[in-house]
């Protein structure tokens, strides 16, 4: 009986340990994991992000232009999910999103929806979560503080996680 239980946790350990994958990249991102490098509201509305850390294939990222109210988002802008695609993507590389009000495009992975970004207080904010109820904000980009709406219950720190861009002329 004693040489059965120890063959059954052999096995339960086993089965546990097969389940881990030691190379594998952390699925779970967090406030930081990605940086706005730019924010473009002419003509070809559109924004750039850096990844801080390496991202695992298959993720799926918002972002929306909508005002954040320390609760949730309104529901007077536009959303976009960006699939990153089946490889794991390197930390430091740039990530393009371009004509996000037309005919979005990304340079890595997909993108479903679109979006206009004013010229005047708007922000962008990156997101893990559902549509409108963010479980961890990632970044935020704006080109006038007010665009945010708040930064409360965010995690995001103007001038570090959250940028606020020159206005363009």
Do not use: C
């Not at 594998?24 to 003509?43: E, R, Y």
């Not at 009000?101 to 993108?111: L, T």
Request: glycine content about 8%; charged content about 15%.
């Amino acid at each position: 009986m004693k040489e059965l239980n120890i063959i059954s946790v052999f096995l339960v350990l086993i089965i546990m340990l097969s389940n881990i994958n030691f190379n594998s990249t952390n699925n779970l991102l967090k406030t930081g994991s990605i940086s706005f490098v730019s924010m473009q509201s002419t003509n070809n509305d559109g924004f750039s992000i850096r990844t801080n850390v390496d991202i695992s294939p298959n993720l799926k990222i918002r972002f929306t232009d909508s005002e954040w109210n320390g609760n949730h988002f309104g529901f007077d802008e536009n959303d976009l999910i960006w699939i990153n695609g089946n490889e794991v993507i390197p930390a430091n590389t740039i990530i393009n999103f371009t004509n996000l009000n037309s005919k979005a495009s990304v340079s890595k992975g997909r993108i479903q929806g679109s979006m206009g970004i004013s010229k005047q207080n708007d922000a962008v904010f990156a997101y893990l979560g559902d549509k409108r109820m963010p479980t961890i904000f990632l970044a935020a980009i704006t080109n006038n503080e007010f665009g945010y709406g708040t930064l409360i219950n965010t995690g995001l720190i103007n001038g570090k996680t959250a940028i606020t861009i020159q206005k363009e002329q």
